[in-house]
Each structure stands twice: as structure tokens, then as C-alpha cells.
């Protein structure tokens, strides 16, 4: 659940946990119950924007980063070539 500073994800995580997803990873500065699985502790203060949904797929081992350089390649638009 990507929230921003100041905000919960636990609202958001209970419905998902209502329509039985069973991933529902999120910030969790608090306790929370079993709503959020897994419970991501928070990122420092001064972590703000993007900064902060990339975060949150580190802590889950989900980064882009780790993508190899090839796949950042974009395709061509041009048509002239064909």
C-alpha cells in the first residue's frame, strides 16, 4: 500500500484483507494487527515523494534497481527506419 507521509495504510489494508488478497504490504509505524502482511517499519522522515514507494519495494526485495540495464532500453517510435 503506498501512502503518503501522514497517512495509513491500514484502512486501505483491511479491505484488501476483506477481499482476501493476502499480500497487503504497507508502512506500519504502529501496531496494526495482522492487517498489513507484511508490516514494513517506516522510512526516515527526510524520505520523501518516490523516494518513499521505492522504499517500500527494497524492504520487499522488489527494486528496480536491481533490473538489468538492458531492460531500460526504450523502444524506437520512429517509423522512417522501416
Known sequence: MFTAVG???FEVAYLAY???IPVRAGF???FGGGV??????PP???VIG????????DALDLS??????SAKARPSCD???S
Do not use: F, I, Y
Not at 498489513?36 to 517499519?41: F, G, H, R, S, T
Not at 518516490?50 to 519495494?57: A, E, K, Q, T, Y
Open 18 to 20: 476483506l477481499a482476501g
Open 50 to 57: 518516490p523516494g518513499r514507494h521505492l522504499s517500500l519495494l
Open 36 to 41: 498489513l502482511a507484511p508490516a514494513v517499519p
Open 28 to 30: 506500519a509505524g504502529e
Open 79 to 81: 517509423d522512417s527506419a
Open 44 to 46: 526516515s522522515a527526510r
Open 7 to 9: 497517512e495509513t495504510a
Open 64 to 69: 528496480a534497481a536491481l533490473a538489468p540495464a
